[in-house]
């Protein structure tokens, strides 16, 4: 339940998807933030709250979150799994 609902609450498609044919200046909105994500100097974290690119960059940080915790759900649920393995085979 975890999972499926982490999935639900941070899910950025539509926001994704919707920035691939907006334009900023001349300049594809997709290219501005290609050059954003790629500025290690950058924390995303910090810069969300205080940053003028906040609106646009935020759903690519929230699906950073996203794949992260799914990944450890999906940690989690392989061990309960393989809990129950070892229960049915002693």
Same mark, same amino acid.
């Given at each position: 339940?975890?999972?499926?609902?982490?999935?639900?609450? *941070? @899910?950025?498609?539509?926001?994704? *998807?919707?920035?691939?044919?907006?334009?900023?200046?001349?300049?594809? &909105?997709?290219?501005?933030?290609?050059?954003?994500?790629?500025?290690?100097?950058? @924390?995303? &974290?910090?810069?969300?709250?205080?940053?003028?690119?906040?609106?646009?960059?935020?759903?690519?940080?929230? *699906?950073?979150? *996203?794949?992260? !915790? !799914?990944?450890?759900?999906?940690?989690?649920?392989?061990?309960?799994? @393989?809990?129950?393995? &070892?229960?049915?085979?002693?």
């Amino acid at each position: 339940m975890g999972f499926v609902e982490k999935s639900f609450s *941070l @899910d950025t498609r539509g926001n994704i *998807l919707g920035n691939i044919s907006i334009m900023s200046g001349k300049e594809k &909105i997709t290219d501005v933030i290609s050059k954003s994500y790629k500025d290690t100097t950058c @924390d995303w &974290i910090e810069v969300i709250s205080h940053s003028e690119n906040a609106n646009i960059m935020a759903p690519y940080v929230q *699906l950073y979150f *996203l794949l992260k !915790e !799914e990944a450890d759900l999906l940690i989690k649920y392989k061990e309960e799994v @393989d809990k129950l393995v &070892i229960e049915k085979n002693t």
